[in-house]
T-cell receptor, first 112, second 111 residues
């Protein structure tokens, strides 16, 4: 069964550093998303991406965050100047039709 | 009022029981309703996906949506220990750009 692949599975970074989280969506999917889940809290929407541009973003997704689809297969989330409160599981998802998403296994980001 | 509310549990049942999981919501714009299963430190896995009101069945799982009451349910028949996980409801409007999740209900099925 096709799956969304995320790397790394766990990233530890120092406060103030930049991190890039990587995702390979399912190949025929056109819609891409990033969500995050702080330990013990709800899964929260960050951003959606379609046709090489952001289609929606949440209040969380401020200037500290950016997304990119650098080639035909990868979808990245960059977090600049990380803060302690950015520690969370970050999930990439993709969808063929903007409904019924497939999520990856996530990247656990720990900011120390 | 929170947009999507879900009893956090934990809900503990014996193997073979029928499980009922529920969510309520406040945003009448939601049209698409999903149930995800999440194992510890893993990504959500889509179980069921329904549009508007009505029922949908898939094997041991039945999803119900009552838009007039803003209430959705997931029923699991003949529950198995492997069903032990956190179940998340999620909803989306017609724009289809983002999911709004409930907080999840932790289910434990005991052999």
């Amino acid at each position: 069964e096709p799956e969304v692949t995320q790397t790394p599975s766990h990233q530890v970074t120092q406060m103030g550093q930049e991190v890039i989280l990587r995702c390979v969506p399912i190949s025929n999917h056109l819609y891409f998303y990033w969500y995050r889940q702080i330990l013990g809290q709800k899964v929260e929407f960050l951003v959606s991406f379609y046709n090489n541009e952001i289609s929606e973003k949440s209040e969380i997704f401020d200037d500290q965050f950016s997304v990119e689809r650098p080639d035909g297969s990868n979808f990245t989330l960059k977090i600049r100047s990380t803060k302690l409160e950015d520690s969370a599981m970050y999930f990439c998802a993709s969808s063929e039709d903007s409904y019924g998403y497939t999520f990856g296994s996530g990247t656990r980001l720990t900011v120390v | 009022q929170k947009e999507v509310e879900q009893d956090p549990g934990p809900l503990s049942v014996p193997e073979g029981a029928i499980v009922s999981l529920n969510c309520t919501y406040s945003n009448s714009a939601f049209q698409y309703f999903m149930w995800y299963r999440q194992y510890s430190r893993k990504g959500p896995e889509l179980l069921m996906y329904t549009y508007s009101s009505g029922n949908k069945e898939d094997g041991r799982f039945t999803a119900q949506v009552d838009k007039s009451s803003k209430y959705i349910s997931l029923f699991i028949r003949d529950s198995q220990p492997s069903d032990s996980a956190t179940y998340l409801c999620a909803m989306e409007d017609n724009a289809g750009n983002m999911l709004t999740f409930g907080g999840g209900t932790r289910l434990m099925v005991k052999p």
